[in-house]
Structures are given as structure tokens and as C-alpha cells.
């Protein structure tokens, strides 16, 4: 007869379920608790003790996968070499998750679920000393630091989870940001043509819609104008003075009371949308902050949100090609080009960025490639690894902004354009030509 229990020792701290004897072989059940903690996987026996285990990998990127791949209920690659470990030794785990339960029963063990288990308890309060003893690290201190940063990009990873779906979030609201702007212009638009009936040098005078809506709201009635009322709506006493001085000596019709009340009606509408713009750009910084940081912190919550609208989601973004992005809001003139073999445009909607809009024309070209290059590897940061690396990017692009102002500092040289050659005649006119 022949006895054997393990081909491997285990190491002590094993609960013995049951043995019997299988063809003279003693076959003796073991079992093992399985625990997962910030830097690694064990198997633990009933007092403790470790019996086996399979440290994470000492970056932070890594252990964060790790850890995530068993939050989901999966066995990552660490838990699988630590459970082949195990086969045809143990025979029950226990584990502390019912997903995780799933997994290991996959590798043909038996299984037990006991989240509160005493065994448990008693490991992770000296996880510390786990760490070190067992060479994760070489003290204490480096263990805080590294769960310090472990646990921060942890939690970046999972906020970053949650904001995932909220990308077309961001989308809608820039959209009906957009949809506000086209009506309130349209509105402006009809207000001043309707209030100029009655005082048509104002339009002259008040250039930002805003401003002059709010006047015709506040006052209506150009008799009410003067430098006190102007004022309590944020005019300047100089800009005031000068309203009130063309208002005496105004050319407009005169205005019932009845007829400027349907203009003041309409100016407190528009007052209102400015208010719900001003409200859902608040809404969406907050929304582009968690869903897309990195692209927010390059061009801002607004034009961020509207690249992801042309693109489509964060996700379709991430997926793009620098070349791609650089011309978003563009495709007309795109296709146009590519139709027609004229000059393709060299930005579309990201002309909206400062850097561009304020630089020579021989220069848009290059900041828009400089600024689409860094967009893409934002949009795949924000869309893959929730990671904030904004600064960063931004410091990149300003660099490289300021090298081209001062490399191109100078609009370049036209070449001559020389004289095109006569073209040969056809085929079919020199042939014509000989028979004639």
C-alpha cells in the first residue's frame, strides 16, 4: 500500500475534510481559503497561515487591472497560476464573493462562499506585515505609498467606469447649447429689427445681443432710458450717457404702451435662454470634467464636447486618427476637395481653439496638427485608461505652439508659377490632320 497526500507540501494550517483510499493511494481533501488583497493573491489555511500565494506585478497600472479583473468576478492572470497551483491538492476554497465563486468552481474545485469568515478578518489585519514578510516590499512605509497611489488610480479607473456611458451626455448637452445659440440669435435678430421701429440708432450703439435684449426687457420704452436705469443693468456711465444723449434725439416712431410691452414679452423669452445657456454650460463643464479631463483640460468643455458630438461618442474619438480629427466639422469641404482636386482644409471645428483663430494664416495649419495629435492621444487616455495626464499634453502643445510661431515666423516664399506648356493635339485631329 501507498500513501499519498500531496505531491508538493502545502504547509501547515490545513483543515483535513475527509481521506479514503483510492487503489492503494490515500486520498486525503484539503481546504484552502482564498483571499485577494491590494498587492496580491492567497491561499490561506484555517489558522491563517499562508499555504500559497501569487504576488501582483509592482506597477500600479497592472495590480489596478488585477484587482478590477476580480472585482468583476474573473480570475485574473495572477489567481490562475495560484489555482493550476492548487489543482489536484485542494479540493475546496472558500471565497468571499459569489462571482468569484463562478470563477474558481471553473478550474474544478469545490467552492464555498463566506463573506464575514473569521479566517479573513484575521489576514487582512496584518496585511502589512504579509507585504513585507512575504517581499511585496521592503518596509511598511513603502507599502503605504504604494497603496497611496495604488488606491488613487484605483479609484480614477472606477469613477472613470462610471462616467463611461456619459459621454452622450456631454453630446446632448452641446447640442441643445448649439440649439439655443441659433435661436437666440434668430430672436436678437427680430428684436432689434422690431425695437429699431422705435430707436434705430441703438442698434449702432449696443453690439452684444445680450446686452441690448436685457435694455429692452428692463426699460422697453426709450423715454424710460436714462443714465440711472442704464446703470442697474450694468452699463457703463460713459456707454449710458451717450445711449441717452442719441435716445432725446431719436429719428424712431413713437411706441404705445400696449405695442412695447409685445417687444419687452418677447426680449424676457430671450433672457431666459440666455440663463438656460449659461446653466447647461455649467452642467456640461462638470460632465466633460469627469467624462473626458484630458480633452477638456487641452480645449475646454465646450469645443471638447463638440468634438465628441462629430465624432459621434468618446469611444468613436478615441478610435480616430489624428488626420480625422483635425478636420472634424469639415467634411463638406473635405469631400468637396477630394471631388473637385483642390486644396483639402487643414482644421474644421477645432479652428474654434484660441491658439489657431489669433495666429497668420501660414501657421493655422500646423498648431491645427499639433493640437489634433495631442487630442488623439487624449480621447484614448480618457477613453481606456481614465487617467489624468492634461498638464502634461498641454504643457507638450505649448512647446510645440511657440516653436512653430517662431520657426515660421514669417509667411513663406511663392514660388513662380510658371508657364503651362501648349498641350498636343489629340489623337484623333492628327490623324484627321494626315488624311486632310
Known sequence: MRIEIASEPLGAGLKVLSFGYNSGVLVVELKVYLAAVPFG????????????????????DEAVEEALAIERGEAPASMSRLLERLRGKVSLVVVEDNDLARSVSGFGF????????????SFRSRLAEVAVEHGFVGSVEE??????????????????????KRDMLAVQAIRAIDDIDKTINLFATRIREWYGVHFPELDELVKEHEDYIRLVAEIGHRDGITVESLGRIGFSEAKASKIVEVASSSVGADLSEHDAEAIRTLAR?????????????S?????????????TALVGPLLGARLLSLAGSL??????????????????????????????????VIFQYPEIHRSPKWQRGKIARALAAKLALAAKVDAFTGRFVGDKLREELQARIEEIKKVYAKPPVRKEVKEAKPRPPR??????????
Do not use: C
Open 283 to 295: 452642467y456640461l463643464d462638470e460632465i466633460m470634467s469627469e467624462v473626458a479631463p484630458n480633452i
Open 269 to 281: 423669452i430671450v433672457l431666459d435662454l440666455f440663463q438656460l445657456r449659461k446653466t447647461l454650460t
Open 427 to 436: 489623337r484623333e485631329a492628327r490623324r484627321g490632320a494626315r488624311r486632310r
Open 110 to 121: 469545490n467552492v464555498s462562499v463566506t463573506p464575514a469568515d473569521a479566517v479573513f478578518r
Open 315 to 348: 469611444e468613436r474619438m478615441a478610435m480616430l486618427p489624428a488626420s480625422t480629427i483635425q478636420v472634424l466639422g469639415a467634411e463638406k469641404a473635405l469631400f468637396r476637395a477630394l471631388r473637385t482636386g483642390g486644396r483639402p482644409p487643414k482644421h474644421g
Open 41 to 60: 493573491v492567497f491561499a490561506i489555511g484555517e489558522d491563517g497561515s499562508v499555504v500559497d500565494f501569487e504576488l501582483y506585478p509592482k506597477g500600479v
Open 143 to 164: 507599502l503605504a505609498k504604494w497603496m497611496y497611489s495604488m488606491q488613487v488610480e484605483y479609484t480614477r479607473r472606477k469613477l472613470r467606469g462610471v462616467a463611461a
